[in-house]
């Protein structure tokens, strides 16, 4: 049973919406039957596609891809690395290589988002890839006409090109158009369907836009109420990009309706001038680009479970295929498809699914359920997320391992909440991390690629022997984690991230100052790459703590650099109601003289 195109079934009977209004252009109603029955397992950017259509944020799904497909995805990894290390011809090579691999419309449709970009990024005038954008969309919406928006359901990626086609058309001189498109696109995004995430992460391009738009004519009245939603939705996406030029709008619209926002121009000019120091693109920099964070080769995850869990190539082929079949697959020699992809993966202790959600179930509900609870964490409510959670599992028959890991992370969240520490079950946390990786603590994870509930496992993992004083332990573990993020792309994700934000915490608390802060700033940069705020107030925080804590001789250039960081740390965590961390920061910058000039 593949839960993922049972999900999309679930979801879309929910919004009664039609096979063929969700399939059009994408896939047959049979094609599109076969996969809400669990019965085809379907590629990741199609996958993505059909959920995404129901409004649904993918995100949330970590995709196992066949050795051809992980081949294109490695190639639009590397473009999007030439593009940012301005390798503009190397870019250009490797999209023309990729157009003579791609097959599927959904593949080239990728591609055409990129080269758009990278016309962009050398100077393209609109005019010379706006038929390109179009092209994109109709690869597949074959029939789609921009006054005729409202008629169809889009993925990100058709409706990243779509509002970027807008934009063109205003650029070009066509603004009265685009602001009714603007208009319409934010009223589109504003239905039921759409869950939070996708919504905050698509709302806020065409919202800057008509907020702009309504800034230059001087209506002021018009532009706030639509200002402040965009803001809104900004804060719910949690990214950087954006934040301070949409904070900047609500600033300018505000004071125009006569408050005082003196405190919050302070807030603003200090998060400006972090953003550039630190490389955040402003809004005149921006193109859309589709994040593929969270896919992994098939081929190589069953290489190496089998390992971990200590079965030789006979024992994982079992009944399943035979022992060459195994040995082509592990040598990227043979394409996994259908029949011995789910038994391949069940043996070795995986769902069998190729696209993995935080918990294995076909009912949305579930993740309604779990929205709940994220909301209830930046609301700070303990008691009712643990109510929302023992329902889930009274009334949700979720005995997977991967569902399993994941409940018993948020119930570890929900104690820090509650209490101010873990429990620190150590025994049981172990056994949910050896059910799927086997005898982890005897093996080097260099290389192993972790699904996300394994590395909040290990992040807790960590935590707890860091409480217990067993630093090196921390340390070991956290350095094999390091190497699985090796390659440029591996580093623009979540798991890095936090990889580095650990090992910023564990060395500075080891007395290691300059390389804890080293990865400090690792993870800025890390967080800045992959457009998340969050982490921000936290890095900032772990920088001064490291200097002020554990730095014998604290001279003039370490005050001015705990200053800036201080300071960032106080605006951001303003930003998502952290007091007291912003409390905690001031306290510190205050016992070695430095006053931060934000409060």
């Not at 290390?85 to 990728?110: H, L, N, T």
Request: hydrophobic share 35%; proline share 2%; aromatic share 10%.
């Amino acid at each position: 049973m593949l839960y993922s195109g049972m999900l999309i079934g679930n979801i879309r009977k929910r919004y009664k919406i039609s096979r063929r209004a969700l399939g059009y252009g994408l896939v047959s109603n049979t094609a599109l039957t076969y996969i809400e029955n669990g019965e085809r397992s379907v590629g990741k950017l199609l996958f993505e596609a059909l959920y995404q259509r129901l409004g649904k944020y993918s995100g949330r799904f970590e995709t196992l891809v066949d050795g051809d497909e992980y081949e294109l995805l490695e190639m639009r990894w590397n473009i999007q690395d030439c593009i940012d290390e301005g390798k503009y011809s190397e870019a250009k090579k490797i999209v023309e290589e990729y157009k003579c691999k791609a097959v599927e419309k959904w593949d080239i449709q990728a591609i055409i988002l990129l080269e758009c970009e990278l016309m962009f990024r050398t100077g393209a005038k609109p005019q010379q890839y706006m038929g390109k954008l179009l092209k994109g969309i109709q690869c597949t919406i074959p029939h789609f006409e921009i006054d005729k928006f409202e008629d169809y359901l889009y993925s990100t990626m058709e409706m990243m090109l779509i509002q970027q086609y807008v934009r063109c058309m205003e650029l070009i001189g066509q603004e009265e158009e685009a602001v009714g498109l603007y208009k319409r696109i934010l009223k589109y995004l504003e239905q039921d369907r759409y869950d939070r995430s996708e919504r905050a992460m698509l709302y806020r391009y065409p919202g800057y836009l008509l907020v702009e738009y309504y800034i230059r004519k001087q209506s002021y009245e018009k532009a706030k109420p639509i200002c402040m939603k965009v803001y809104d939705e900004v804060k719910k996406a949690q990214t950087i990009t954006f934040f301070a030029d949409i904070w900047q709008q609500s600033i300018v619209c505000r004071e125009k309706c006569g408050e005082d926002m003196s405190k919050e121009k302070k807030y603003l000019d200090t998060l400006k001038s972090r953003n550039k120091e630190y490389g955040v693109r402003d809004i005149q920099d921006y193109f859309p680009r589709y994040v593929e964070d969270k896919a992994y080769s098939v081929n190589a995850v069953i290489r190496q479970r089998r390992k971990m869990l200590g079965m030789t190539q006979e024992d994982l082929a079992g009944e399943i295929c035979d022992t060459s079949t195994i040995s082509r697959l592990e040598n990227n020699r043979y394409v996994l498809r259908g029949r011995l992809k789910t038994p391949l993966l069940q043996a070795v202790k995986m769902s069998g699914d190729t696209h993995i959600a935080s918990v294995d179930t076909y009912d949305y509900t579930v993740f309604d359920e779990l929205n709940k609870i994220n909301d209830g964490i930046n609301a700070g409510n303990p008691d009712a997320m643990e109510k929302i959670l023992d329902g889930i599992v009274a009334k949700y028959e979720l005995t997977s391992i991967n569902s399993k890991q994941y409940i018993y992370s948020m119930r570890e969240q929900i104690q820090v909440m509650k209490t101010g520490k873990s429990s620190e079950p150590e025994a049981e946390l172990e056994d949910l991390l050896s059910k799927s990786l086997g005898d982890f603590k005897t093996q080097k994870l260099d290389n192993v690629i972790l699904l996300e509930n394994e590395m909040l496992l290990f992040e807790k993992l960590i935590k707890i022997y860091k409480r217990q004083k067993n630093i090196e332990e921390s340390i070991r573990y956290l350095r094999q984690l390091e190497n699985v993020y090796r390659c440029s792309y591996r580093n623009k994700c979540y798991g890095y991230v936090s990889v580095c934000e650990n090992l910023g915490d564990v060395l500075g608390e080891a007395g290691y100052i300059d390389e804890a802060n080293d990865y400090v700033m690792r993870a800025v940069k890390g967080s800045i790459a992959i457009d998340f705020m969050p982490y921000i107030p936290y890095l900032a925080y772990g920088y001064v703590w490291n200097v002020i804590n554990e730095k014998s001789n604290i001279d003039q250039a370490d005050k001015a650099m705990c200053k800036k960081m201080a300071e960032w740390c106080y605006v951001t965590s303003n930003i998502y109601g952290d007091e007291k961390i912003k409390g905690k920061i001031e306290d510190m910058c205050m016992s070695i003289g430095v006053e931060l000039d934000v409060i």
